[in-house]
């Protein structure tokens, strides 16, 4: 079967050099890191409709989150950019039902930073 082009998954970096998402992975569990890598590679390479069970849209925001379930819940929140681009912004772990605001805040904030790092870019 012959693929369109495949979906690219990119870290936020910081204007300071943080790479938030990669570090919360590289300070987690292995299981959790590889449960992580195994849903971004399947994105990359199937696109995002064969993630359904593992995504899911934040509503009210412009945010999905990548839904990590086991022992530890996990959240990595993202948005898509353009054709095909993902660009994952906070992760966190998910204690309560509901995401807290300041994990959404911390996302969001990390968007505009992402946003305006582009228009300067451009």
Do not use: C
Not at 31 to 40: N, Y
Not at 97 to 120: F, N
Request: charged share 25%; no cysteine.
């Amino acid at each position: 079967m012959l693929h369109s082009i495949q979906w690219k998954v990119y870290y936020f970096v910081s204007l300071t050099g943080n790479i938030p998402v990669k570090e919360f992975l590289d300070n987690t569990k292995p299981a959790i890191k590889a449960k992580a890598f195994r849903i971004f590679l399947n994105i990359s390479e199937y696109g995002l409709t064969t993630a359904i069970p593992h995504i899911k849209k934040l509503s009210g925001t412009p945010l999905w989150e990548v839904r990590i379930l086991g022992k530890d819940n996990v959240r990595i929140l993202y948005v898509t950019e353009g054709l095909k681009k993902i660009i994952l912004l906070h992760a966190f772990y998910k204690k309560k039902q509901s995401t807290p605001r300041k994990e959404i805040d911390t996302a969001l904030a990390r968007m505009k930073e992402y946003e305006s790092q582009l228009s300067k870019k451009t």
